[in-house]
Every structure is written in C-alpha cells, then in structure tokens.
C-alpha cells in the first residue's frame, strides 16, 4: 500500500467551477501537508502548507487538512484556465523526508 | 532570485555511460534532495543532504550517487546509465526539514 494516495483524475472542468482535490495518507508520523502545482515542464511550485487540521485559504484555494481521517484537499473557487496544471499533495515528517502523491491533472475550459 | 537552478536541462546518453547533473541553491537552504519524475507518477526521492558533508538513501537510490561539500551545490552522479533511468530529475531545497520545499526545473534525459 502506498503512503499518500491521490485521486487519479484527470479532471475537466468548466471556467468558474469549484474544484476538489484528494489525498488520503497512511503514516501517522506525517506532521505538515503541502500542495504543489506542476506546469507543463516545469518544476513543482507550492501552493498551500499547513501543520494543522482545518481549514487554510489563500485566495482563491483552500487546503483541509482530517488528521483523524488521513485525508487532505485542495479546494479551488473560480477555477480559471490559468489553473490546468497538475496538483500534487505532499506529507512529510520532521526528518525532512516528504512523500507525494503521484498527482492529479486539471483542465479549466474556458 | 535565482532559487535552485538545474543543469542540463536536456540530455540523452547511451547505455553504459556517466554523468552528473549539477544543482545549486542560493538561498542559503541546509536541506537538499533529489527526486526523479516518471511519466504520470509522483517523485520519488533519490538522495538527500541535510547539510555540507552529511547525505543520505531515499526510496530509489540504486545506480546514483551524490555528494555536498558546499551549502549551495549538490550533484548527483549515474553511473553505467541504464534505460531504466529515464526520467526528469527534479533538485530541491528546503531551510529545515520541516519547511517547504522549492524545486528547480529540472532535468529531462534520456537513456538509449
């Protein structure tokens, strides 16, 4: 079984939908989540970093965090085209070893 | 800012032979990994540093080899490059082990 799993997509949505995006972990040493976006040949640039459970917005995304659960995501109002990339979720533990989820590819329609 | 900058970014070798990809950060970061990307896969760390002389395996440490005598540099070598190493290499940094990552570009190559 893998450590972080992410919902596989792709996903297509139309400009302006509400986006979700999942990751369910299995490590309980996992202490802060991260979200990354990926363009097209590029490397991964971070979005949201959270230690907490709860909620954490930033604009237009929003990053939930269910220690209890082991399940993360990444929400995304508006979505724009600007926004097709793909999203990858991170765990990680004090030691400096992060985990990710193997990614989730979104296409924002105009 | 130049953040962590990776070269090459392309590169094709044959079976058999070696290279280094190079990386370096300037923001002064202890931490330094590196991940290699499959198509339609997550990343998968390679080796990582958490200061000058100090490195250690990750999850896919076969056929690589790394070192860091300086805070800012952190190559990796292959050696007797193999197909199954095609892959994009990401470099990354991070100012402790519990901060965020920043990646590079990466590095794309080719093994035929």
């Known amino acids: 079984q893998k450590e972080v799993e992410q919902d596989p997509g792709p996903l297509s949505v139309p400009e302006g939908a509400i986006v979700s995006l999942n990751c369910t972990y299995s490590n309980s040493a996992f202490q802060y989540f991260m979200w990354y976006r990926q363009y097209s040949r590029k490397g991964p640039e971070l979005l949201m970093y959270?230690?907490?459970?709860g909620n954490k917005e930033d604009g237009r995304f929003t990053a939930q965090v269910d220690k209890s659960s082991k399940y993360i995501s990444l929400f995304i109002r508006d979505s724009q085209p600007s926004d097709s990339a793909t999203y990858l979720c991170?765990?990680?533990?004090?030691?400096?070893?992060?985990?990710f989820g193997d990614g989730t590819t979104l296409t924002v329609k105009p | 800012n130049a953040g962590v900058t990776q070269t090459p970014k392309f590169r094709i070798l044959k079976i058999g032979q070696s290279m280094t990809l190079q990386c370096a950060q300037d923001m002064n970061h202890n931490y330094m990994y590196w991940y290699r990307q499959d198509p339609g896969m997550g990343l998968k760390l390679i080796y990582y540093?958490?200061?000058?002389?100090?490195?250690d395996k990750g999850e896919v440490p076969n056929g690589y080899n790394v070192s860091r005598s300086t805070t800012e540099d952190f190559p990796l070598r292959l050696e007797l490059a193999a197909p199954s190493q095609t892959s994009v290499y990401f470099c990354?940094?991070?100012?402790?082990?519990?901060?965020?990552?920043?990646f590079g570009n990466g590095t794309r190559l080719t093994v035929t």
């Open positions: 540093s958490v200061g000058a002389g100090i490195t």
């Open positions: 991170a765990e990680g533990t004090n030691a400096g070893k992060s985990t």
């Open positions: 959270t230690y907490s459970s």
């Open positions: 990354a940094s991070s100012r402790q082990g519990d901060s965020p990552l920043h």
